[in-house]
């Protein structure tokens, strides 16, 4: 699977980074009034209370994310009971609202823990259950996703599809014919499945794109292909829930043993190796993730390297990225900007004053650059009508393939921000910590 690759990737790429910056000079200090005056106020929480504040945060954030795809089932139950425009507008909006509250849990991705570690935790359901040992993030949200497997899939079936039916045709070549022949697309389950039955193709405007896809309720209207067309979106949006549950429980505080929190994370002794984990997931994410693969249609210019290309709900993917490593680096957790849900003890507060350098202002940039402003994205929590100078106001896959336009430079600016300056800036703060 294509995670597995990154994961790897992102590995290599974290230790060069790091034993690149052993030999560089002390981080920066020009984030405070403390370091104006010359101060260095010291570091406010242990490393043991950054830790445990992580896996409240993280157990938080997998909860909410469980929570509000079960909204989305909802949606899309009454959709499909009742298959109208109104419904499927209504089905459109709750996933938006539920894609928002999962992306900031990207953060917590390649630091080896429940979401994309090895042994996973995911797979076809097991019992009462969609256990497994298969990586979680692969089943909860692969890409890019081949759409006509999808439909190969569909138009082959006699009889409703189960979500194991479906889980097991992820990565399956049979289904490749008259796609784009690249198995690692095969992605049956998780997110994007559910965008493409939601909107479909995104080729409208003679392929100009200057609106999101535009597939019509009646697709979902009648016996046939439409019914295992509704029978599918419903079965993988409850394996949706169920994958996000079992990584959420691997987390959860009120149990005492046999989870990953409990025997690994926070296990006696091993602080400080947990600890460089999770520094370590937050430098490969920037670089490999959210300032790499999901920056390079900039390069590309091919609308095919848009992340979620068929809502265009793409912005939205980098705001509430940043939002996520945002509230590990601050212990706050926080959807909807400058409202924060809950408070705690976050990395900055392992850091003296003159050792936290500039990621929280860099963080904030970084996610301000997007603007979510179309209007599919009325239900998201940050939508606005009103963007900030400087920010992506433009739709981004008409940025990415219009190199001329004026935002272009945008894009590119806000890459080596993550992937070069805020992504060292981490490694330093790591190095700092002697971890």
């Not at 979902?220 to 959420?248: C, D, E, K, M």
Request: aromatic share 8%; charged share 15%; hydrophobic share 35%.
């Amino acid at each position: 699977m294509r995670n597995i690759h990154t994961k790897i990737f992102s590995i290599l790429f974290s230790v060069i980074l790091f034993g690149s910056l052993i030999s560089c000079g002390g981080p920066g200090s020009d984030n405070s009034a403390a370091a104006l005056l010359g101060l260095d106020i010291p570091a406010s929480a242990t490393k043991t209370e950054a830790l445990t504040r992580y896996a409240d945060l993280a157990y938080e954030s997998y909860n909410q994310a469980a929570t509000d795809a079960a909204s989305l089932l909802t949606a899309l139950t009454t959709f499909t009971t009742t298959p109208n425009e109104t419904n499927l507008t209504a089905a459109r909006n709750a996933w938006v609202v539920a894609r928002s509250s999962y992306l900031v849990t990207e953060a917590f991705r390649f630091s080896d823990g429940p979401i994309d570690g090895t042994t996973g935790h995911c797979g076809a359901p097991g019992g009462s259950d969609y256990s497994g040992t298969d990586d979680c993030e692969g089943a909860i949200n692969a890409w890019p996703l081949d759409e006509v497997v999808i439909d190969n899939y569909i138009s082959s079936l006699s009889s409703t599809p189960t979500f194991a039916n479906i889980y097991a045709k992820n990565g399956d070549s049979t289904l490749a014919s008259g796609s784009e022949g690249d198995t690692e697309k095969v992605v049956m389950t998780g997110y994007h499945a559910i965008e493409y039955l939601l909107w479909g193709q995104d080729n409208t405007s003679s392929g100009d794109n200057t609106v999101p896809g535009q597939r019509p309720a009646t697709d979902f209207s009648g016996s046939g292909i439409p019914s295992y067309r509704r029978a599918y979106i419903l079965a993988v949006t409850q394996g949706l829930i169920g994958h996000l549950q079992q990584v959420r429980d691997q987390w959860d505080p009120a149990v005492t043993s046999g989870t990953y929190r409990t025997d690994t994370f926070l296990t006696s002794g091993n602080t400080d190796t947990s600890l460089g984990l999770v520094f370590t997931g937050l430098t490969s994410f920037m670089v490999q993730e959210w300032g790499g693969d999901r920056l390079s249609g900039v390069d590309s210019e091919l609308q095919e390297d848009e992340h979620s290309c068929f809502s265009d709900t793409t912005k939205a993917d980098f705001y509430y990225d940043a939002q996520g490593v945002y509230n590990i680096w601050t212990g706050n957790y926080s959807i909807k900007k400058g409202v924060n849900i809950s408070t705690g003890a976050g990395l900055v507060n392992l850091l003296s004053s003159k050792n936290q350098g500039s990621v929280t202002s860099q963080i904030e940039s970084a996610r301000d650059t997007f603007c979510i402003n179309l209007d599919n994205e009325t239900t998201d929590p940050n939508y606005t009508t009103s963007c900030p100078g400087g920010s992506l106001s433009h739709r981004y896959d008409q940025v990415i393939m219009h190199p001329a336009d004026s935002q272009h430079s945008v894009l590119e600016n806000v890459g080596l921000l993550i992937n070069t300056t805020l992504a060292q800036n981490v490694v330093r703060a790591k190095n700092v910590l002697g971890l």
